[in-house]
């Protein structure tokens, strides 16, 4: 299982590379957001995936009980998924708002656009 996770996370990196390195601003933003999901399965898979008990202690124990799953790592991609959602819902408005005024998602032609006093 963790040699599949690791292959995953390997071709959405490569994946979100790809698609970085285009000129589309909303191809760049969802290569970013292919990079963000593949840290969060190398992270997620570091958290040793059993299919042990969830981590819960009983009463009158000094730890659980057999192989039990990691709640740290989960936690944490949690909180990156709604914050990488947040960002990504922004920077989409943005990209929005630059096709609406200029016309164009292409990172080129945007340049362009800024004027010629940039150096």
Same mark, same amino acid.
Do not use: C, Y
């Given at each position: 299982?963790?040699? =599949?996770?690791? #292959?995953?996370?390997? =071709? #959405?990196?490569?994946?979100?590379?790809?698609?970085?390195? @285009?000129?589309?601003?909303?191809?760049?933003?969802?290569?970013?957001?292919?990079?963000?999901?593949?840290?969060?399965? =190398?992270?997620?898979?570091?958290?040793?995936? +059993?299919?042990?008990a969830?981590?819960?202690?009983?009463?009158?124990?000094?730890?659980?009980?057999g192989?039990?799953?990691?709640a #740290?790592?989960?936690?944490?991609?949690? +909180?990156?998924?709604?914050?990488?959602?947040?960002?990504?819902?922004?920077?989409?408005?943005?990209? %929005?708002?630059? %096709?609406? @005024?200029?016309?164009?998602? @292409?990172?080129? +032609?945007?340049?362009?656009?800024?004027?010629? @006093?940039?150096?």
């Open positions: 299982m963790d040699v =599949v996770l690791a #292959l995953l996370a390997g =071709v #959405l990196a490569a994946a979100s590379v790809w698609l970085m390195l @285009d000129r589309s601003l909303v191809r760049f933003l969802f290569g970013l957001a292919l990079l963000g999901n593949a840290a969060n399965l =190398v992270i997620f898979a570091s958290g040793r995936l +059993t299919e042990g969830p981590a819960l202690i009983a009463k009158g124990a000094a730890a659980p009980e192989d039990v799953s990691n #740290l790592p989960q936690a944490l991609i949690l +909180t990156a998924i709604v914050i990488s959602f947040g960002l990504f819902a922004f920077a989409l408005s943005l990209v %929005h708002r630059a %096709h609406k @005024d200029l016309g164009t998602t @292409d990172s080129e +032609t945007l340049t362009i656009a800024e004027g010629s @006093d940039r150096t």
